[in-house]
Nanobody, 123 residues
Framework: QVQLVESGGGLVQAGGSLRLPCAAS????????MAWFRQAPAKEREFVAL????????YYADSVKGRFTISRDNAKNTVYLQMNSLKPEDTAVYHC????????????????WGQGTQVTVSS
């Protein structure tokens, strides 16, 4: 069992930055692939980024590539999403997720989810 708690969301102007931590409980955090998804109002949940259990492999959605960076600290049971050059279209609730043995863009591949943190980017 893994419990995930996101934080760090808020209101920021276009071009600004935010860092979202996701703290995980459980001793097996380091064995999970971690991912970030987001969901804007009236839109489907979409993949943002993922990082393998070792931190060596990362993947990004084309819409955030070059602006967002995912990282993890297994000693602290925490995964991070650094978001730079934010745009109004990045406005959404951001969720972190944990999955075992996956490197997948699909939400269905992940077993555990956080409650989400709101990011609002003003123009």
């Amino acid at each position: 069992q893994v419990q995930l708690v996101e934080s760090g969301g808020g209101l920021v102007q276009a071009g600004g930055s935010l860092r979202l931590p996701c703290a995980a409980s459980g001793r097996t955090f380091s064995s999970y692939t971690m991912a970030w998804f987001r969901q804007a109002p009236a839109k489907e949940r979409e993949f943002v980024a993922l990082i393998s259990w070792s931190g060596i492999t990362t993947y990004y959605a084309d819409s955030v590539k070059g602006r967002f960076t995912i990282s993890r600290d297994n000693a602290k049971n925490t995964v991070y999403l650094q978001m730079n050059s934010l745009k109004p279209e990045d406005t959404a609730v951001y969720h972190c997720a944990a999955g075992r043995g996956v490197l997948s863009y699909s939400a269905e591949s992940y077993d555990y989810w956080g409650q989400g943190t709101q990011v609002t980017v003003s123009s």
